[in-house]
């Protein structure tokens, strides 16, 4: 085990990652915003951030900054309603692209050969089917089932941009600041 | 970061322990998912609307009504059409367009959103983050998570400047959309931005070992336990408080359900 592995390995790393990807999710939540009529009123990149956690972080972090990171936009963009059913929804969908993810990486680091793809498609399938889900259910008590229903084709768009965007963003950095690929725990 | 939440007051319920405001906040949330018949519904929502209105003012209380809205007149054109039981109140040839049952169900959903909207955002008007975080402590929140969301609320301006440093530099580097400023090309747009995106996050990632390492040295991680700035009010001195709550929640519970 090297120096820098110790290092990611330490309680204070752990809550800087998580602290720092929670605010970066927050901000691509409330900067980037496409008003749409329906239940939550805009489609926004948070879920561009939550793609990009889950893969340079991994499950855990992507999983609390997601939840965290969007329930804080919830509260600050005047949605707090919605802020606890963010938090469940949003943290979930990143555990799960984290954990898709992983499986990947595995079978690559195995020999396999996954392809840029599979590596966007399995995800996208795996974080739109929590998200979309997690929104419609707590939708119908929320506004009940037609409005809940409306929601559904922005969600897909939402997850749709964050797989392409969170590649495209996770590539970039990777090659910009080569030592991130060190941060996954 | 908050403080577009919180708005400073001397009322009742800014002066409410945070830990009360929790439960209020919990018990009339709980209340609007029930199924309790229409008019004690809104007598429940009422009292809350009237409360706070004594905290924050009829315009202040009307801005995250307005922001619902949309949300509102879509529940009322689209909820009536999946209730198709109870008397026909509204029909056009053959088709059924409202029924009794079909309004009561509106009816509920509308109070329910309104109700935990407004229910979220008297909370979140009243309470400092500092209050709510120390609240949550006292829940059992354990010290790391209390950390994360402190420091990711201390965070959120500085990317957010962060952000707002980078678009105004691409702008000044003439990148696409400042070059042909009246035409709209949505693959560019999405380069463009991720771009910026990009930008800000190599600046927020490279920013990770030194915050670590800047909590090490303030001494997160050791085994003794963590001080604390501020504590939070005596329960001896909530007593009154806690009495008067339980009534309260007594009189509501007794008149939703019996």
């Known amino acids: 085990m090297t120096d820098s592995d110790k290092f990611t390995n330490t309680a204070a790393f752990r809550v800087a990652s998580i602290a720092v990807l929670s605010a970066i999710v927050a901000i691509f939540t409330i900067a980037v915003r496409i008003p749409v009529a329906p239940t939550r009123g805009y489609i926004n990149l948070g879920d561009v951030a939550i793609f990009f956690a889950a893969f340079i972080f991994g499950p855990v972090t992507a999983f609390i900054a997601g939840g965290l990171g969007t329930a804080i936009a919830d509260i600050l963009g005047g949605f707090g309603q919605w802020a606890p059913i963010s938090f469940v929804v949003h943290g979930l969908q990143g555990f799960i692209i984290g954990l898709v993810y992983n499986i990947i990486l595995r079978k690559e680091e195995a020999g396999g050969k996954a392809g840029i793809f599979l590596q966007g498609l399995l995800p996208f399938v795996a974080g739109a089917s929590v998200m979309v889900a997690g929104y419609f259910a707590a939708g119908i008590f929320m506004v009940g089932p037609g409005a809940a229903a409306l929601e559904i084709p922005g969600n897909v768009f939402q997850n749709l941009a964050g797989v392409i965007g969170g590649i495209s963003l996770a590539a970039a950095v990777k090659k910009a600041y080569p030592p991130v690929v060190k941060f996954r725990w | ?258």
């Open chain 2, 1 to 258: 970061m908050f403080s577009e939440t919180y708005r400073k007051g001397n009322s009742f319920l800014h002066r409410l322990d945070p830990r009360l405001k929790i439960i209020y906040l919990l018990f009339f949330s709980v209340i609007f998912f029930l199924p309790v018949p229409l008019m004690k519904y809104y007598a429940v929502f009422s009292l809350i609307f009237i409360s706070s209105l004594f905290a924050t003012g009829l315009g202040d209380l009307l801005k995250p009504v307005k922001i619902i809205t949309p949300l509102l007149l879509l529940i009322t054109v689209l909820t009536p059409l999946f209730h198709s039981g109870g008397d026909v109140l509204l029909s056009s040839g053959n088709m059924i367009i409202l029924t009794s049952d079909g309004l009561r169900e509106t009816l509920q959903l509308i109070g329910r959103f309104l109700g935990v909207t407004i229910l979220f955002f008297i909370f979140l008007r009243t309470t400092r983050i500092d209050d709510f975080i120390l609240a949550l402590r006292y829940f059992g929140l354990s010290h790391r998570i209390a950390l994360v969301i402190t420091i990711t609320v201390r965070y959120i301006p500085y990317l957010l400047s962060v952000y707002e440093n980078t678009v105004d530099a691409h702008k000044m580097r003439l990148t696409v959309f400042s070059i042909i400023p009246g035409r709209w090309n949505f693959s560019a747009k999405f380069r463009d931005l991720l771009s910026v995106l990009t930008s800000v996050l190599i600046q927020a990632v490279k920013g990770i070992p030194v915050l670590a390492m800047a909590l090490e040295t303030r001494g997160f991680g050791r085994k003794n336990p963590p001080g604390r700035l501020r504590k939070m009010r005596s329960m001896k001195k909530l007593l009154p408080d806690i009495i008067l709550s339980f009534f309260l929640f007594l009189i509501i519970v007794y008149y939703v359900f019996i």
